[in-house]
């Protein structure tokens, strides 16, 4: 099993990033996806979540609204729309199988204020 996350970056508070996972070794169709993010000194926090057939997303309440989620299972890729970015969503951001074990090296998000 492997994810190779892309896309972050520095950007303006307000701005906006798209993510991108790539998925391998397990049948991506089957699997229901997450988005995680670890801010320094923080626990791995859950950001969005997608069905199977990306047809149910679930968001917390801290980035509902602003973040949306999406996959192509075709492409084996998930991705992670993220507008109106605020600096308190400067982590690294991974993605996973919804409670898989193996994680990436994840891309850093820094928004600055």
């Known amino acids: 099993v492997q994810f190779v996350e892309s896309g972050g970056g520095l950007v303006q508070a307000g701005g906006s990033l798209r993510l991108s996972c790539k998925a391998s070794?397990?049948?991506?169709?089957?699997?229901?996806m997450t988005w995680y993010r670890q801010a320094p000194g923080k626990e791995r926090e859950l950001v969005a979540s997608?069905?199977?057939?990306?047809?149910?997303?679930d968001f917390p309440d801290s980035v509902k609204g602003r973040f949306t989620i999406s996959r192509d299972n075709a492409e084996r890729t998930m991705y992670l729309l993220m507008n109106n970015l605020k600096p308190e969503d400067t982590a690294v951001y991974y993605c996973?199988?919804?409670?898989?074990?193996?994680w990436g090296q994840g891309t850093q998000v820094t928004v600055s204020s």
């Open positions: 070794g397990f049948t991506f169709s089957r699997a229901a």
């Open positions: 997608i069905s199977r057939l990306g047809d149910l997303t």
């Open positions: 996973n199988q919804l409670g898989g074990s193996s």
